[in-house]
């Protein structure tokens, strides 16, 4: 056994050197002429990297993904209240611009951590830009969400909170020299970054769809649970993989040791998570572009989110690690924290600052009771490790009424990151979040064209789809009080199981 490990240690070397010289460079790439990278930290990581790419993605930044793609973009500079300054990128889509002038509807979409923008626009080479027919937007199948978005009669902003490397200014702190810069964790995010953010949007526009994923839904549920007045501004709150409770999470985050003194601790150091991001980022990106060394890549990815070996292949995680970003020690803290608490809190300083801050020993929990449900959408998986069907029914339980639609993932494997990575993300998801802006959304456009009839075939087709949509859906009937039956979700898990449901297209 011993030995056998060592020979498997001593094999990975010269594995990863050999795999490093057979794999074909990226030849695509470099004839493609993208232009420079627009933001400072990943023109160093593309140094770096460049030599090694094998992917279209690795490394890139928002904007040469967005022309890689074919659509244009514009960056907008927001200053929060608190004297942040963050980066939003706006896809340009011509031929959408066209068809409808002004009247594209606005989205913001917003990154878990520690990503950035790019989160969007990494999943496989496609997402390239569609004409229009006869004033229609095409049928795209796009498996990166912004893509897909962007390819349709939507007007897609793509958000960066502080501290990551497109959101890195400020009107008065320096993050190189300022610890204070640090000094914040996802309760900044919702409490300034979010509404500085939509503000901005909707100056030009009315009301706009918000769409946030996995940390954003902790950014935007704390925001509301406080500020439930904000929600007017929204009209749909998206959030997938919802997180309002923290306790329960499986896989690896399940290790981490939820010492509360150890996360106090830890305030001593106070600057970006990942230091060295350039190095770190195309470091481990070429490693797991070796044939060995991926498939640990994988699995430590699988035990992170959730295994969907389907979805999800060891080829794709180094376009992901390629594109990590950094984020608050802080944060990271702040989310031990709440591993501990199960309901989020507000930071936990020890007893005797919270006394100072908050007025009690223990930091007060969020209420998020207050979260209006009226525009709020929530959009869950069934095998998601940070976000598991537990604690989506907590905050079920918790809200004072069903949300306006609650929709759980139909693929039963359906983890944490497959949004970002997953093969047939746009038939389980991206096509279900397009339905509900377009049945939601306040949106008249009518659909008189190919998708809708694809829409209405794929349908007719799959029955079954249909039918564990039904399932999925957590509306309770009109006179039935809340959805507290965590029965329910087993079955619903069991059935799946037994019956996946069929894919067309
Ligand atoms: C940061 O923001 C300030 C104030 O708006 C601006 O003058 C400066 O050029 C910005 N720096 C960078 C690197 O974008
Ligand atoms: C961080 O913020 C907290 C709460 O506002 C404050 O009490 C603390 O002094 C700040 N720490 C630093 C290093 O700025």
């Keep these: ?51 090694f790419r094998t992917t279209l993605n690795q490394g890139l930044t928002c904007g040469q993904l967005i022309v890689s793609r074919g659509f244009k973009y514009e960056r907008h500079f927001v200053t929060t209240e608190d004297g942040y300054i963050l980066q939003l990128y706006r896809i340009i889509n011509p031929y959408a611009q066209a068809a409808r002038g002004r009247n594209l509807k606005p989205i913001l979409v917003l990154h878990g951590a520690p990503t950035s923008c790019s989160s969007f626009m990494i999943n496989g080479p496609g997402g390239h830009i569609k004409e229009w027919i006869n004033g229609n937007p095409p049928h795209d199948t796009s498996k990166s969400l912004a893509f897909a978005l962007a390819n349709r009669e939507f007007d897609v902003w793509l958000g960066n909170v502080r501290g990551n490397v497109y959101s890195l200014n400020h009107t008065r702190l320096d993050p190189d020299r300022d610890r204070e810069f640090w000094n914040f964790s996802f309760t900044e995010m919702g409490l300034y970054d979010i509404p500085a953010m939509v503000d901005y949007i909707i100056q030009e526009t009315e009301k706009i769809v918000y769409i946030g994923y996995s940390q954003a839904t902790i950014a935007m549920l704390t925001l509301l649970a406080k500020h439930p007045e904000f929600a007017i501004k929204l009209d749909l709150n998206i959030n997938i993989a919802p997180i309002a409770f923290y306790g329960n999470t499986n896989g690896l985050s399940a290790f981490v040791p939820r010492s509360i003194l150890l996360s106090r601790i830890g305030l001593l150091y106070s600057g970006p998570l990942i230091p060295f991001l350039p190095f770190v980022d195309a470091f481990t990106s070429i490693l797991c572009t070796s044939n060995v060394l991926s498939s640990i890549c994988l699995e430590i990815y699988n035990y992170l989110f959730g295994p969907d070996r389907e979805m999800v292949s060891r080829d794709q995680i180094k376009e992901l690690l390629s594109q990590l970003d950094q984020d608050s020690f802080k944060n990271a803290l702040h989310a031990i924290q709440s591993f501990k608490y199960d309901q989020i809190r507000e930071f936990d300083y020890g007893p005797k600052k919270n006394l100072e801050l908050y007025g009690s020993t223990k930091p007060p929990k969020y209420p998020f009771e207050n979260v209006p449900t009226y525009n709020l959408v929530l959009i869950s998986g069934l095998n998601d490790y940070l976000a598991p ?37 746009f038939y389980y998801l991206h096509s279900v979040i397009i339905e509900i802006i377009r049945k939601y959304g306040d949106n008249e456009m009518v659909l008189e064209n190919a998708e809708a009839e694809w829409i209405a075939e794929r349908d007719a087709e799959v029955k079954e789809w249909e039918k564990i949509t039904k399932m999925c ?26 019956n996946p449901p069929l894919e067309s297209a």
């Design 389 to 425: 069907p537990v604690n989506i029914q907590k905050l079920r339980n918790i809200l004072q009424g069903p949300a306006l639609v609650d929709y759980v993932i139909t693929w039963p494997l359906w983890s944490h990151a497959d949004i970002l990575l997953g093969d047939k993300a």
């Design 473 to 498: 859906d957590f509306n309770p009937k009109p006179n039935q009080k809340g959805a507290k039956d965590t029965s329910r979700i087993r079955s619903l898990l069991v059935h799946l199981k037994q």
């Design 1 to 51: 056994m011993g030995s056998n490990l060592l020979k498997f240690h001593l094999n990975i070397i010269p594995n990863f050197l050999l795999s490093l010289l057979l794999s074909p460079s990226y030849q695509n790439v470099s004839s493609q002429k993208l232009p420079p990278p627009e933001n400072p930290t990943f023109a160093r990581e593309q140094l770096l990297l460049n030599p």
